[in-house]
């Protein structure tokens, strides 16, 4: 299966900068794997694809503040992108320049708070605890979006029910979620189950294989509760489908399936993979070339998604985290 198999050209200027003002006026894209058929529509009118009974899946992964930028003592630009704890104050990172030194110390946020390179990716920061350094980093915008994070994104790229911190990247599917959405669908008997992944930065790590089956993937983090479990069987025995909200929450009810309730998985979906845990999805328009993209091939039959592909690209959709939706049924 070849890394080309994968690609499509994507104009630039429809790669979303910004939210949308209102979460849930972004443009859906309904997709039916059966008739091949394609709708578009709005998020607001999700519920018009759905049906009583049906169970909607979705990642309540919390986004931590885990961009820090900074300064040298040399007046040079610094950057970390903490990854994880290692232990105390001290991180894995992402750690821009390269070049940065052993022992250095970097200004982060105006002189507020500094770190010390404690070692390669290493980043040890002089702070009371966690929550200080949390305080003065920003979010961690994927670097497809050409600008510094603002204010608005601390909410925008944040799902309104994010609960369990510990994602460097949104489960970005949810994004379009308002509470008032989510309480009509709850009103027309659509039910509701969370589950967590933890979104590593492996997210944006590229395919580099040619042969993309010999792609290894990041281990994320994830808990399928019991809850969650029993949910997807009622929902089953109630003649309801099973509707994961994001790549994210599908390859956890994946990995659950396969028989892990919690701990990381390194899961790589691509086509040929038989599905066990969802009958639809719910995802955002993907780059090229990635494991995301990859997925929904999968998920939609890769001939099906590239027509759709094609059409959102026509009718000027706006693509990647803060862009529009797709719902594979």
Do not use: W
């Amino acid at each position: 299966m070849n890394l080309s198999d994968f690609d499509y050209i994507l104009p630039k200027d429809l790669i979303a900068q910004y939210p949308q003002k209102k979460r849930d006026e972004a443009r859906l894209m309904v997709l039916n794997r059966r008739t091949r058929a394609i709708e578009h529509t709005v998020f607001s009118a999700l519920g018009a694809n759905l049906a009583a009974n049906d169970l909607l899946v979705l990642n309540d992964t919390r986004v931590l503040s885990c961009r820090l930028i900074g300064s040298r003592a040399s007046g040079g630009k610094a950057e970390a992108l903490l990854l994880g704890v290692k232990n105390g104050v001290t991180f894995n990172a992402l750690l821009k320049p390269a070049r940065l030194k052993l022992n250095e110390r970097i200004s982060f946020d105006s002189g507020a708070i500094f770190g010390v390179i404690s070692g390669r990716n290493e980043i040890t920061f002089e702070a009371a605890d966690l929550g200080e350094v949390y305080r003065h980093g920003c979010m961690p915008l994927p670097p497809y979006i050409k600008r510094q994070a603002e204010e608005l994104d601390r909410d925008y790229y944040q799902t309104v029910y994010a609960a369990v911190d510990g994602a460097v990247a949104a489960p970005t599917a949810g994004l379009h979620f308002t509470p008032e959405l989510i309480e009509r669908l709850k009103s027309s008997g659509i039910n509701f189950a969370y589950l967590t992944l933890h979104v590593g930065a492996g997210t944006f790590k590229p395919v580099k294989a040619m042969d993309v089956t010999t792609h290894k993937m990041d281990p994320e983090y994830f808990r399928v509760p019991e809850t969650c479990v029993t949910s997807q069987l009622q929902a089953r025995k109630a003649g309801g489908r099973v509707i994961a909200v994001g790549t994210t929450s599908l390859r956890a009810l994946e990995a659950r399936a396969a028989g892990r309730t919690t701990d990381h998985t390194d899961l790589f979906i691509y086509p040929g993979y038989e599905f066990k845990a969802a009958d639809c999805l719910l995802t955002n328009f993907h780059l090229p070339k990635t494991t995301l993209f990859m997925l929904a091939c999968a998920f939609g039959g890769q001939d099906l998604i590239k027509i759709a592909y094609r059409q959102a690209i026509e009718q000027k959709y706006r693509f990647y985290s803060y862009g529009d939706a797709m719902l594979i049924i």
